[in-house]
């Protein structure tokens, strides 16, 4: 089992600081969270962990195949770059299409494929009924209300 163990770990952060861990043990599927004010050595801590800073003393033993850390910032990011990839229907060079198509959309309540082809020639979207998108898509009626393919 991958797992990470500190004891009696004392970290280098400075000439003049260093980071103690009396006993520190982080297994594979564990969820801990290391919360304090700014400045308490949450960010210390994390670097300790990933083994970014030099151990004085104590004993270190990583059984994980690789470490990341992440910044808030970078995890942000991470999250907002996946939900634009996600909630887009166009696709980035060499990912594999896992969406529906327009007519599979349409027809999400109603298989009739005449039907569909009836509805997609009214609204003008014949050309896109082969087109496969990732999140279902909706257009706005003429109230404003909105309306998925699924829906006409």
């Known amino acids: ?15 003049t600081k260093t980071l103690h861990l009396d006993s520190l043990t982080l297994n594979a599927g564990d969820s801990w969270a290391f919360v304090g004010a700014n400045g308490s050595g949450k ?13 004085l003393k104590g004993e270190r033993q990583c059984r994980f195949t690789r470490i990341t850390r992440l910044s808030f910032e970078q995890l942000q990011k991470l999250v907002s770059d996946e939900w634009q990839r996600n ?3 166009m696709l980035s060079p060499g990912e594999e299409d896992t969406g529906r198509t327009t007519a599979e959309i349409i027809q ?10 009836m509805l997609a020639q009214q609204f003008g979207i014949s050309a896109l009924l082969t087109r496969r998108f990732k999140i279902p898509f909706y257009w706005r ?12």
């Open 1 to 15: 089992m991958s797992s990470l163990q500190i004891s009696q770990g004392t970290f280098r952060l400075s000439d």
């Open 43 to 55: 960010s210390s801590l994390a670097r300790a962990l990933a083994g970014e800073l030099p151990l």
């Open 87 to 89: 909630n887009t229907d």
């Open 108 to 117: 999400d309540d109603v298989h009739d494929p005449a039907r569909c082809a």
């Open 141 to 152: 009626d003429a109230k404003g209300a909105a309306v998925s393919g699924a829906d006409v």
